[in-house]
């Protein structure tokens, strides 16, 4: 079982930066590929971008804008959001999956990011 708690969303103006942590528990975090999604007002959630051991994939909408990394030492991932958009408000959630599946097991309960233009 993995738990997971998002922190470090607020209010940010158009342009500005925000940094989202993820801490999991368990003693197995580096095997597990970590994920970002995020769900605006009325819409569904989408997939933000992703991290394995040493790579990193990304959603076209924010490439070159957000930067996923991840501390094993820490059980923490991280998203690095710069250059934000007020369309990038959302809940942003981290999502666990093991190493080698495709459903995403764990997710955290998410956290607030508003964009204000």
């Known amino acids: 079982q993995v738990q997971l708690v998002e922190s470090g969303g607020g209010l940010v103006q158009a342009g500005g930066s925000l940094r989202l942590s993820c801490a999991a528990s368990g003693r197995t975090f580096s095997s597990y590929t970590m994920g970002w999604f995020r769900q605006a007002p009325g819409k569904e959630r989408e997939f933000v971008g992703t991290?394995?051991?040493?790579?990193?994939r990304y959603a076209d909408s924010v490439k070159g804008r957000f930067t996923i990394s991840r501390d094993n030492a820490q059980n923490t991932v991280y998203l690095q959001m710069n250059s934000l958009k007020p369309e990038d408000t959302a809940v942003y959630y981290c999502?666990?999956?093991?190493?080698?599946?495709?459903?995403?097991?764990?997710w955290g309960q998410g956290t607030q990011v508003t964009v204000s233009s």
């Open positions: 991290i394995t051991w040493s790579s990193t």
């Open positions: 999502a666990a999956r093991p190493v080698g599946t495709v459903q995403w097991a764990y």
